[in-house]
Every structure is written in C-alpha cells, then in structure tokens.
C-alpha cells in the first residue's frame, strides 16, 4: 500500500509540475494538412511542429494552457486547451503572405520556405518556369521545346538530369539509361497552375533520395483541390499560343477532384518555325475515405511534337553563312509522349504512426533528331541522328513513419523501401538522313533495369539540438540485349552500394538556425556503358558537406547561406553523336550559396539567390582540369508585388557569369543577363496579365558546347562554341476567367 501511495504521490507531483501531453492535427479550410506549422505553449514556453500529415505530439501542457500556432501564409491563431481526454483539431485561416509568419525550426526546410514565398509572390506559367522557381537553379533550352532543359545547379551542368533528382507527387521523372542521356527529366507532363509547393533541398543528404540526389533533389506537389475552375487564354509573339482549362469536379468535406489541360503552339523566333505543340491532360482524385485512410489517385498525359534549328557554330554567322536565328541543318526536331497513372495511400495507424504507399506506372517514347557535327563523319549526307525509345516504368514506395519520446527526447523513425523497374524497348542510336531514311545503326537494344533501395532515418530532438542519422541502401540490376550482336545475348550486371547521412542542427535562438549536414550519394551509369563498354564505375559515390545557417535579423527578412563541398567518385560527359555517357573521372566542387527573402512593404517582395562555386577536375594536371560548362558564379533577383487593389508584377533579373567550355578553357562559353517583366490586374472572376521576356532584348547564348563540326564546303573539321540563340524581346498577352 505504501508503493502505491508513494507512486500515485510522484505521478501527482509529476503531473502537475510537467503536465501532460497532448496530441492534434493542424489543418486549413481546405481540409488540407498543414505540416511545419509552429505550435507554442504560452505558459510552459515549449514548442513543436505538425509533420507532414499535420500531427503534433506537445509535452508538459495543463488544461487552461493556450496554444499559439503560427505558419507562412496562415493568421496567427490561439486555441485554449478544455480538455486533454482527446485529440484536437486546429483550422488555420490563410491570409496573404507575409515573412513575419516564417518561423525557423528544425523541422522546417528554409528552402521549401523560400519556394513557398516565391509562388505566392511570382506565379509560374511554363513549364521552364517551374524549375526556375527553385534557388540556385538555372536552365537553359535547346530544341524547340520539346526537349528536357539543360539545368545547371551548383557548379554542375547536370545536362538533363544526371546529378538532380526530380520527382512530381513522387513520381520520378529521371530515366536512367535513357536513349539521349542519362538521368533525362523531361518535366513537360507537369501544368504549371497544379504545382501547389515545391520541396527542394541541396547535396546527398536525404535517405528517402536515392539515385541522381547528389547536387540535390526537388519534388513538385501538386494541389489537393481547385479554389474554383478557370480558363486561361495566351496570346503572344511568334504565334505562340496557350489555352488552359481547369475544373473543380468534386469538392466536399472528404472528397475533392478535378481535372486541368493545356494546349500550347509556338514558332519560336527562327527562321525555320518550330511548329511546336504540346497537350497535356492532369486529373487528380483525393478522398479520406475512413477517419484514419486517404487514397489518392493521378493520371497524366503529355504529347508533344516539335522542329528545331539545332546549335550553330559561331563561325557560320561570322562568315555570314547564317543569322543568330537560322539553322544548318533545320530539319532536327523530335516528338514525345508519357502517360503516368499514380496510386498514394497513406493508413494512420494511431496519432503517433502511419504507412504511407505510392504505386506508379508510366508508359513513355521518344523520338529526337540532331546533327552537332554537320558533316564531319558523313561528307555527302551529313551527320543527323535519331535517338529513339519506347518505356515503361513500374515503382512502388512504401514507408513506415513512428513518433516517440524517450526520457525528455522527442525522436521520429521513418523506414522505407522503393522498387523501380525500367523496362526501355527499341533503345536506339542511328544515322539518319532528312529525317527519313535510316542509313545505318550505331546502337539498338533493349534494356531493362532494376532499383530496389531500402533506408532507415531518425530524427532526435533534444532541447536546441536536431541530430539526424540515417542510412540507404540500393541494389541494381543491370540487363541489356544487344540487337546488333548476331547471336542472342543477356548482358548482366548488379551492384549494391550503401549511403550513410549525418545532419545536425542547432537552434541558436527562434530566429537562428546553424546546420551541418554531410552525406554520400550517388548516380547511376547507363546500363549500356556497364555492360558493353566498360563503365569504370556502375555507381560512382558523392560525399557531400554543408555547414551553414538560417536566419532572420529582422521580422520580414530570411536569411540562408551556406558553404559546402562535394566530391565524386566519376563525373559523367554526355557524347551525343556516339549515344553514350563518357565516364570523366573524380571531381571536387566548393562554393559558397546565398538567399535572401525581404518584405520591405506588405505588398512588395525581393528575391535574391547567388551562388559561387570552385569546380575542377581531380585526375588531370593544372591549366587542364577545368570542367566543361561548370559556372561559377550564378545569381537570380526579383522584385514583386501583390497590391491588395488587384495589380501585381515584377522584374526579374537572371546572370550566369562566362565558363569554361572545355577542359583547358580555351574555349569560353559566354555569360548573360537576361531581365523579364510582368504585370497584371486581378478582379473578382477576371485576371488581365502581359509577360515580357528578354525586357532589354539582349542578345544571348542560351545553351553552349565546345563541339568539333564540319561544314559542307570545309575541308577540316574545327572545334569551336556551338550554340542555341536566347529568345530575344518576347511579349505575350493572358486573360482569365474564373466561374
């Protein structure tokens, strides 16, 4: 009896002295859930955030205690504790944005708050200015817009894809062994207007990213519902148009869909028009279809269909061969098609843990065109290539999420698997002529790749303290049937590597946060290097290092900056006209990254994002260790505004300093600074908007390559700066109705 006494004494005791815990869901009016939202104890000064399915777990509260929940873009609210017998529920009301309500935690990513604010104050309406919206970012076109974009990200050109990783809802974009280039992400499938957020974060840091996360990685989530249906009309220079339609389907307390399409044509400023034109159709369906299980469903579709100009060497303008905007060979082009069905289920097994599933299948061609080298190899019909391939790509991701206390420890576990098979029939690389006739095959096969990773991931949160352990593990299966071989033969190879993270964060005070992050990633090579040309490495590793800080001086200014460090085990050089990834042996790239975010008025908002970066090849002596296309200095700024009258615009201003094109920087690819402008009125229905690109109609290089090419009256070849034109002065006119 005295131990019992005793006990219930010390629960009293604790109970009144600590408190108890509560447990609740943040949500909008949306019925959304509203992840990293600040929840603050007035009375005891404790504090957590909601996780991505907008639960929190608070410790030491008492009835009577209020709760104060803040988040960007949301009205600071505060709910009076009643009871602790039960769960809560808490409704955020949004409000126009404001910096004052970005608060800085371990839980929150200061990159996806930078996104945040950008979308809000500077709406996407490409595709192309999708992947602008993330910091740091630059992309450059070179086929008539069909084509994935050239991306540059930390002194990397990426090319299309082979150091980022990019997803959508977590579907991946990246195709590995991919006919023109390995980790080719063609984003075109995604309509602008349905990108709800953007979450994004820099190096090899993440265990739920797997191949390409090695300069980082960004998934676009698109909206759970519509604040009512619209039609979009586009109007512009070189018969450029755009329609876009999106309807709200259904929209209750537990169910919501809707679908969006888009219609855009263009002849771009060549000579030769591009003939351009794309649809896409979205459709999206998410339900709670019991208290504790959502169920969300995805279908997409894109065809696309395009001329090109190609790249020009610059000597065939200097001899007045050609202008900026003619063409050697007009007739590289290409078409593309994907369908993607995606399949998200998320179980809530109690307050503290869920499972969340996602399935997917996309069913993808690709037909491309180009000549880089004129007539170097082919003197009478030229050196035109099609690369072509016809995928299907089946996934599956799964991860089990857990929440707990230990002592006074707050801790998170998550532990995933994901599975990806590509299955890429016709893979080929062939010498073509006009576009019509095949005269020969460099490469022809099929491939069929498979990924299985798995990783386990914690998060310990102790006082000011944030430690982040975590580990992957990825196994490859490498397959590959040689058509040009006389006799039949399954090419096999498979690799595992393992990718151990450590990410630390202290939280100086609510408005400073300090971080070190170091990790290693990897990429994969492209199956047909493995196996029929003897990749030096299947999976070359990155190991990275960030050590850097998040800070607001004052309420409407965000600050982040960091210095970091990668290294990797095997860069990788995409060789068009041989159809293949050319291993180039170790890298070391240093930089320092700078954002800002400042509110100097309620209506007007200033972005600024710069980047330097320290690039070199490790192998190769000094003077030749340069890497091609490497920048290293970047910057992005703009000036918004969002006037509660209706009228909203801006400037934005984009620089990329002169790079080295080749090995030895012989060769120099030239710098740019483009600045783009828009203004608009927004009514209660109505929405008036002109865009202007290219405002002061600079004359500029949008993609560059140090390429060895023979003209037709030539009789040795020369390496020089090939090119594709940037668009030069560009308006276009937009109207839309909302009913």
């Not at 159709?281 to 959502?294: A, E």
């Not at 206390?405 to 016709?426: C, M, Y």
């Not at 992005?636 to 094109?661: D, F, Q, T």
Request: aromatic letters at 12%; charged letters at 20%.
């Amino acid at each position: 009896m005295n131990r019992i006494f005793i006990a219930f004494f010390f629960f009293l005791i604790q109970t009144n002295l600590f408190g108890q815990a509560i447990e609740g869901t943040v949500i909008n009016s949306k019925k959304e859930l509203i992840s990293d939202a600040q929840i603050l104890n007035l009375s005891t000064k404790t504090h957590t955030h909601s996780d991505e399915n907008g639960k929190f777990v608070l410790q030491n509260i008492s009835v009577g205690d209020t709760l104060k929940l803040s988040h960007l873009g949301y009205e600071l609210n505060n709910t009076i504790i009643r009871s602790l017998s039960s769960p809560i529920t808490i409704v955020l009301d949004e409000k126009s944005i404001s910096l004052e309500g970005v608060v800085i935690s371990p839980k929150t990513n200061a990159l996806n708050l930078i996104t945040k604010i950008d979308l809000q104050t500077n709406p996407v309406s490409s595709s192309q200015d999708i992947l602008r919206q993330v910091p740091g970012l630059f992309i450059g076109q070179h086929a008539g817009g069909g084509k994935a974009e050239q991306i540059f990200l930390r002194g990397f050109d990426i090319d299309h894809g082979t150091d980022i990783a990019i997803t959508v809802d977590g579907l991946p974009v990246n195709m590995v062994s991919h006919a023109h280039g390995q980790g080719y992400a063609d984003l075109h499938f995604v309509i602008p207007e349905t990108v709800d957020k953007i979450d994004f974060s820099k190096g090899p840091y993440y265990a739920d990213k797997g191949n390409f996360a090695t300069a980082g990685y960004v998934n676009f989530q698109t909206k759970r519902n519509l604040d009512n249906s619209s039609i979009k009309m586009e109007k512009g220079q070189f018969s450029t148009n755009r329609l876009l339609g999106m309807f709200d389907v259904l929209n209750n307390d537990k169910h919501d869909a809707y679908i969006a399409t888009e219609y855009l044509s263009t002849d771009g400023p060549f000579e030769s028009p591009q003939n351009f034109n794309r649809i896409n159709l979205f459709g999206k369906y998410t339900g709670n279809i019991t208290p504790l299980d959502k169920l969300g469903i995805t279908f997409s579709h894109l065809s696309s269909k395009w001329d090109a100009s190609g790249q020009i060497p610059q000597r065939a303008i200097e001899m007045g061969m050609i202008s900026r905007f003619g063409a050697i060979d007009d007739t590289e082009g290409g078409n593309t098609s994907r369908t993607n069905v995606l399949v998200n289920y998320e179980k809530f097994i109690d307050e503290q843990s869920y499972i969340k599933s996602t399935v997917f299948y996309s069913q993808y061609d690709f037909e491309l065109y180009s000549n880089f080298t004129f007539f170097l190899e082919d003197e009478v019909n030229g050196d035109q290539i099609k690369q072509e391939e016809s995928r299907n790509i089946y996934g599956l991701n799964t991860e089990y999420y857990r929440s707990f206390f230990i002592n006074k420890i707050e801790a998170t576990v998550q532990a995933g698997v994901n599975l990806r098979n590509d299955q890429s029939n016709g893979n080929a690389l062939s010498h073509t002529l006009n576009r019509r006739q095949t005269l020969s095959y460099l490469q022809l096969g099929d491939i069929n790749e498979t990924n299985l990773g798995s990783y386990l991931n914690a998060n310990f949160y102790y006082k000011k303290w944030t430690f982040n352990p975590s580990i992957r593990v990825d196994y490859f299966d490498f397959q590959y049937n040689d058509a040009l071989q006389v006799d039949y033969e399954t090419q096999t190879s498979s690799k595992t590597i393992v990718s151990p993270k450590l990410n630390i964060l202290y939280d100086y005070t609510q408005n400073l946060q300090v971080y070190l992050k170091g990790g290693k990633g990897f990429h994969s090579n492209d199956t047909r290097v493995i196996l029929s040309q003897s990749g030096k490495e299947t999976l070359p590793a990155a190991y990275g290092l960030d050590a850097g800080f998040v800070w607001k001086p004052v309420p409407k200014l965000l600050v982040n900056t960091a210095y970091w460090y990668l290294f990797l085990e095997q860069e990788f050089a995409y060789v068009g006209d041989a159809g293949i990834v050319e291993p180039s042996g170790k890298t070391r790239r240093q930089g320092i990254d700078l954002s800002l975010r400042y509110q100097p008025l309620k209506w007007l908002f200033w972005n600024f994002d710069t980047n330097y970066t320290h690039a070199r090849s490790i192998e190769e002596e000094s003077g030749n260790d340069y890497i091609p296309l490497a920048p290293d200095f970047i910057l992005e700024s703009g000036l918004n505004a969002l006037h509660k009258s209706g009228i909203y615009g801006g400037a934005n201003v984009r620089h990329i300093k002169n790079r080295p094109a080749n090995e030895d920087n012989s060769i120099i690819a030239e710098g740019y600074t483009v600045v783009d402008l828009n203004v608009g009125y927004k009514l209660k229905k109505l929405n008036f908007g002109i865009q202007v690109q290219n405002l002061l109609n600079t004359e500029w290089n949008e993609t560059q390559f140090a390429t060895e090419s023979r003209l037709q009256n030539e009789t040795i070849p020369v390496e020089e700066l090939h090119f594709t034109p940037g668009t030069p002065f560009f308006i276009k006119g937009t109207v839309e109705f909302k009913f």
